[in-house]
């Protein structure tokens, strides 16, 4: 099946700090990646959709100079957490998706801690 | 009115029981469903996509319902295994030749011995 690559896993910085997250399509070519972030016991956050090529749609609320997330390629897309402060602690998931209607494909999250 | 709603559970069900949920959806031009499977600290998994005919995989049954605008998850013969939340997914068309996704909150199952 297809496969999703993020890392890293997990990440501790200290507060003041950037942290960039990658997320690679490995066997397919990503036509919209999509950044979640996930608190404990909570659902599902996203973040921003991020189609190949242009800019990233950011959903309510999410700061975009705090995010930056860049989708370079098909297969890659970053975010960098600039600034990190302990707030910002939590789970970050990437998903990928090929074609249109395809299933998205999650990338085994990055475990973000701010100290 | 949320886009994808789910009911949050928990529900409890003994081993071996048939547990069933529901995802209700609100765009009627939705287009293609899914169903994910998330353990606790851990990223969702494709559990299986849901086909307008309705579509089997061992124990598991998905059901799209386009007049009442919901899908459907049946579990036969629970397993211990199976406790985790359940996560629906609907694409629709978002403008500009993209699809837009939209999770459910999730439905967690916890079967008990």
């Known amino acids: 099946g297809a496969v999703v690559s993020q890392h890293p896993s997990w990440v501790i910085c200290k507060s003041g700090t950037s942290v960039k997250i990658e997320c690679r399509s490995l066997?397919?070519?990503?036509?919209?990646m999509f950044w979640y972030r996930q608190f404990p016991k909570q659902s599902l956050m996203l973040m921003a959709t991020?189609?190949?090529?242009?800019?990233?749609?950011?959903e309510q609320g999410v700061e975009k100079d705090k995010f930056l997330i860049n989708h370079a390629s098909l297969t890659l897309s970053t975010l960098t957490v600039t600034s990190a402060h302990p707030e910002d602690s939590s789970f970050y998931i990437c998903?990928?998706?090929?074609?249109?209607?395809?299933?998205?494909?999650f990338g085994n999250g990055t475990r973000l801690t701010v100290t | 009115r949320k886009e994808v709603e789910q009911d949050p559970g928990p529900f409890n069900v003994p081993e071996g029981a048939t547990v069933a949920f529901n995802c209700t959806y609100s765009?009627?031009?939705?287009?293609?469903f899914f169903w994910y499977r998330q353990d606790c600290r851990k990223e969702p998994k494709l559990l299986m996509s849901?086909?307008?005919s309705g579509n089997e995989d061992g124990r598991f049954t998905a059901q799209l319902n386009r007049a009442s605008q919901y899908i459907s998850l049946l579990i036969r013969d629970s397993k211990l295994s199976d406790s985790a939340t359940y996560l629906c997914?609907?694409?629709?068309?978002?403008?500009?030749?993209?699809?837009?996704?939209?999770f459910g909150t999730g439905t967690k199952l916890q079967v008990i011995p």
């Open positions: 998903s990928a998706r090929g074609q249109y209607n395809s299933p998205l494909h």
């Open positions: 997914v609907v694409n629709r068309p978002g403008g500009g030749g993209y699809q837009k996704v939209t």
């Open positions: 765009n009627s031009a939705s287009q293609s």
């Open positions: 849901v086909y307008s």
């Open positions: 066997d397919f070519q990503a036509t919209t």
């Open positions: 991020s189609n190949e090529g242009s800019k990233a749609t950011y």
